[in-house]
């Protein structure tokens, strides 16, 4: 059974950094996909980052496209976000997620959440 815990979520100030981290245990091994979502109050939920194991494919979000960046360890089984120069609108809910196939993860199909970390940046 696939569980993800959240973890690094805090308050910013418009221009600054992040970085959240989640553990990934009984992910098993071969393909599968880990990625990052996020939902603000009043919205639907939004793909931001998926990386596609063991090939490390990647994919982003058009929002987040050159400042956020997805990694995976491994060895530490967990999946990290880094966040650069983030905006008032990057302010949300980060969900870490687990999928299966790249042809669903690619359209951002995934089937098991985490709890949650809280980001908010202020201007």
């Known amino acids: 059974q696939v569980q993800l815990v959240e973890s690094g979520g805090g308050s910013v100030q418009a221009g600054g950094s992040l970085r959240l981290s989640c553990t990934a245990s009984g992910v098993g091994y071969g393909s599968y996909c880990l990625g990052w979502f996020r939902q603000a109050p009043g919205q639907e939920r939004e793909g931001v980052a998926s990386i596609f194991m063991p090939q490390r494919v990647t994919q982003y979000g058009d929002s987040v496209k050159g400042r956020f960046t997805i990694s995976r360890d491994s060895a530490k089984n967990t999946l990290e976000l880094q966040m650069n120069s983030l905006k008032p609108e990057d302010t949300a809910m980060y969900y870490c997620?687990?999928?299966?196939?790249?042809?669903?993860?690619?359209?951002?199909?995934?089937?098991?959440w985490g709890q949650g970390t809280q980001v908010t940046v202020s201007s």
């Open positions: 997620a687990w999928g299966g196939t790249w042809s669903r993860c690619s359209r951002w199909e995934y089937s098991t």
